[in-house]
């Protein structure tokens, strides 16, 4: 997997998925969930991206 960006060349870039419980429709148009950016592999943010919510099961008395 190799990735090329003209204007960059020479840096690895990555596609991000994202989405962002910090923002609203009101603002923060750069984090709807069908948004994509770039970003280089060791780039991480706490507020974006991909969740997986799942029911706990409840707890044994």
């Avoid at 994202?18 to 943010?45: E, H």
Wanted: glycine letters at 10%; charged letters at 25%; aromatic letters at 10%.
């Amino acid at each position: 997997n190799e990735s090329y960006d003209p204007n960059e060349p020479g840096q690895w870039k990555r596609v991000q998925r994202s989405g962002s419980f910090l923002c609203t429709d009101l603002y923060c148009g750069a984090f709807r969930p069908s948004q994509r950016m770039k970003t280089t592999p060791d780039t991480g943010m706490s507020h974006g991206g991909f969740r997986v919510v799942a029911e706990a099961a409840a707890p044994i008395e």
